[in-house]
């Protein structure tokens, strides 16, 4: 019995060994996770997988029913110690992986996410024309397609501000320089 334990244990933890380096280095996972309603969804999601959880539940629980058998303790002590050890390593395995995928950050943007923003001309934009702007979105500065909302120029290097968009992406963005100096009172000598 103590050897087909140590048999059992050393594929189940070779096998996991495998998983994880290939997911790790060819991001290959061909496992199934199963969410809280019960439906089952394959690739990589929130939870530990089945087939990776398993492997660490026999590989696990074997070696430590191996090692108190061994240690001769009772057989059926040594099998629900294994049995016991094998879930706990599931799920501190399950927790590691949750604590992981928490610094996962979500670096999509659409362009959506430039509405209210401000922004630079880099090619000025013409009365009736196109230019581009550079808008930082989610950390990250995007080179787009705007219109001047107004109707107006905009020259290179003025801060613009994104007020709409089309339907092909183009941004509507309005000259925030000129919208401060109207603002600002006018100085007497």
Partial sequence: MVVWLQYISLIAGGLLVLLLLAGIVGGVDADVDIDAEGGAEGGSGFGFGIVKGGLT???????????????STHPVAAIVSGVGA???AVYLMSLLVKWILGYEENVNWSVEDTLLQSGRVYLR????????????????????KARSSSG????????????????????LVSD??????????????
């Fill in 125 to 144: 934009i013409p009365a009736a024309g196109e230019g581009i702007v550079h808008v930082t979105v989610k950390g990250a500065v995007r080179e787009l």
């Fill in 57 to 71: 539940f026999l590989s696990v629980g074997a070696w430590v029913a191996k090692l108190l058998l061994l240690a």
């Fill in 86 to 88: 094998g879930a706990v």
């Fill in 176 to 189: 925030s320089d000129a919208a401060t100096n109207l603002a600002l009172p006018p100085t007497s000598p």
């Fill in 152 to 171: 107006t120029e905009i020259p290179t290097g003025a801060n613009v501000y994104v007020e709409d968009y089309t339907a092909e992406g183009t941004l």
